[in-house]
């Protein structure tokens, strides 16, 4: 390794000592290995599978992961029986700009163009009586004039995970790929952590992994070895060299905990591949604390109002971080009843408004009394009868609050918000208490920046070249985003997983 790499970089960039031949007590062949089954791995695995390759998956833990709920394509044919078409290029046009020109433009036109494909793809997998999960598509989308979202979320109901108690989607999807890709014969070994690659002649032709016992396997693959580990959000070191503000969110949400070391990453930079410039994007969500966030006024731990609150769920994290601080203040007064539902015409989104399916009625009150409730009983919202005494619960100075809230009323009133800019429709006063302060704070849940590819996720080096037998997908894969997370289209972090996992396992599987 460069001696500049070692002193850019922590510990962990630093490579372990070669794996000495008498500790390796196995050695097993494949086409294919894929380190890693979540979601990238596993669709890799199964289309690779399906293609008629041997397929070998070593995982770190005991399981394969899926989690969340939203699977982000555009254009599936399910989306079409729904009347919804994408328009791509208006798509890509955003998703670049928001990723501050720093995404490679070629990995998001690849995604938004064969996504669909992918998603008719798991939509039939998930339609067999085994699973009998239906597909819907998320409805809650931020309309507002700066970001934009885009129909296209999927989500699948019904299937034997969500039974089970799991949020309906991510874990079904993973269950389901898995469970065909064993049907076809893919060898799956848990608890079978990777650690180090071998490298001959310049191509990547193996793996070595730890086994319970503490001596090695040595998996030797003829067609190519998937970086497909996940991210590393778990790995405080790595984040605060490669994505600071990770490391700065009130929670990190990840589960499994502790698998999500940057494993690949690491990997990968010790076999010669470099990284997407730092630092990465990550998603960052506002749900560490209360889950609706409203969208009048919010204050930090001054008591001051600091962002315009018309914004999508990243940008609102982003604005709290910004502030140096874990949670903010969300103002609401007790005609949010009526106000809030007003503002999803022409706001709304993700813990903004209600989640919902296409399909469905856009707010339901009863469900955010009882969400209300909830959060008072747990202490994630305050209220009181005046603004002074709201300021003493919240434990914000009171004389900054009350002259902050006399502010923001009298720019609703006045129509126009000189402070933020924020559009007039949306700057409505708090004016009638009880009023409540909701907490509500960043939450991260993946960081999905990594190792440069190319369009056909091989790993590139800092010269460009591709290193022979080397791929990564998902979030061990660079160039998809940066900057931001951008949330054209809710859940492209599985949508990317998915289709390039598809892609790459049906390129490795025909050769
Ligand atoms: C609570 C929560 C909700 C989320 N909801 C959504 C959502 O709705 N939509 C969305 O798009 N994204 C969501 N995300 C993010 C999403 O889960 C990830 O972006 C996605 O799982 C990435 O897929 P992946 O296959 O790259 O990695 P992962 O799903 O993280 O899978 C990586 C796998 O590799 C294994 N592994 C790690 N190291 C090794 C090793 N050395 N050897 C072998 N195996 C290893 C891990 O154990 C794991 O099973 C959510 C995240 C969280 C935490």
């Known amino acids: 390794m460069p001696d500049s790499i070692k002193s850019k970089w922590g510990s962990w960039a630093i490579p372990p000592d070669p794996v000495r031949a008498d500790e390796i007590k196995e050695t097993l062949y494949a086409d294919i290995v894929v380190l890693g089954a979540g979601i990238a791995g596993v669709s890799c695995a199964l289309r690779a599978a399906q293609c008629g390759a041997n397929v070998l998956v070593l995982e770190k833990s005991g399981s394969w992961s899926g989690r969340g709920g939203n699977i982000g394509v555009a254009n599936s044919s399910y989306m079409k029986s729904c009347g919804i078409e994408n328009d791509i290029t208006e798509i890509a046009r955003e998703w670049i700009k928001r990723c501050g020109n720093r995404c490679d433009e070629k990995l998001?036109?690849?995604?938004?163009?064969?996504?669909?494909?992918?998603?008719?793809?798991?939509?039939?997998?998930?339609?067999?009586?085994?699973?009998?999960?239906?597909?819907?598509?998320?409805?809650?989308?931020?309309?507002?004039?700066?970001?934009r979202e885009n129909y296209g979320s999927h989500r699948f109901f019904g299937g034997p995970m969500e039974k089970k108690g799991m949020r309906a989607g991510g874990a079904d999807a993973v269950f389901a790929m898995y469970s065909e890709a064993v049907k076809l014969g893919t060898r799956f070994l848990f608890k079978t952590p990777a650690e180090q690659l071998l490298k001959e002649n310049g191509r990547v032709t193996g793996v070595y992994a730890r086994r319970e016992t503490g001596d090695y396997l040595l998996v030797i693959a003829q067609r190519g070895i998937i970086l497909a580990t996940g991210d590393i959000a778990g790995n405080d070191e790595m984040c605060e060299d490669l994505a600071p503000l990770a490391n700065r969110c009130a929670v990190k949400l990840y589960?499994?905990?502790?698998?999500?070391?940057?494993?690949?990453?690491?990997?990968?930079?010790?076999?010669?591949?470099?990284?997407?410039?730092?630092?990465?994007?990550?998603?960052?969500?506002?749900?560490?604390?209360?889950?609706?966030?409203?969208?009048?006024?919010?204050?930090?731990?001054?008591?001051?109002?600091?962002?315009?609150?018309?914004?999508?769920?990243?940008?609102?994290?982003?604005?709290?971080l910004r502030e140096r601080i874990t949670y903010a203040w969300s103002i609401v007064d007790s005609a949010w009843r009526e106000k809030l539902p007003e503002t999803l015409r022409c706001g709304g989104g993700i813990a903004w408004g209600q989640d919902f399916e296409v399909g469905e009625p856009e707010f339901d009150l009863a469900k955010e009394e009882k969400s209300f409730e909830r959060g008072i009983e747990r202490g994630l919202i305050v209220t009181a009868d005046t603004p002074e005494e709201l300021a003493g619960k919240m434990g914000v100075p009171a004389d900054e609050f009350v002259s902050t809230l006399t502010r923001y009323n009298t720019l609703a009133v006045s129509g126009y918000d000189e402070d933020f800019g924020k559009r007039k429709e949306m700057m409505i006063p708090l004016e009638k208490p009880p009023y409540y302060g909701v907490k509500i704070g960043p939450a991260l849940l993946a960081v999905v920046g990594g190792l440069r590819v190319d369009c056909q996720m091989r790993v590139l080096d800092d010269d460009n070249m591709p290193i022979s037998g080397l791929y990564a997908i998902g979030n061990t894969a660079g160039g998809r985003y940066g900057t931001d997370y951008p949330m054209v289209i809710h859940g492209t972090s599985h949508g990317t997983a998915l289709t390039f996992g598809y892609l790459l396992g049906e390129q490795l599987g025909n050769i």
């Not at 930079?269 to 889950?291: C, K, N, R, V």
């Open 108 to 147: 998001v036109w690849q995604f938004l163009k064969n996504s669909g494909r992918a998603m008719d793809w798991l939509t039939d997998i998930l339609a067999q009586p085994a699973y009998g999960a239906r597909p819907a598509l998320q409805g809650c989308a931020y309309r507002g004039e700066t970001y």
């Open 255 to 320: 589960f499994p905990k502790g698998v999500n070391k940057g494993d690949g990453h690491r990997m990968g930079l010790w076999a010669g591949g470099s990284f997407e410039d730092a630092p990465f994007a990550a998603m960052i969500h506002p749900q560490a604390f209360h889950p609706s966030n409203f969208c009048f006024l919010y204050v930090n731990q001054d008591g001051s109002r600091f962002m315009n609150e018309d914004n999508y769920i990243q940008g609102r994290c982003l604005a709290i």
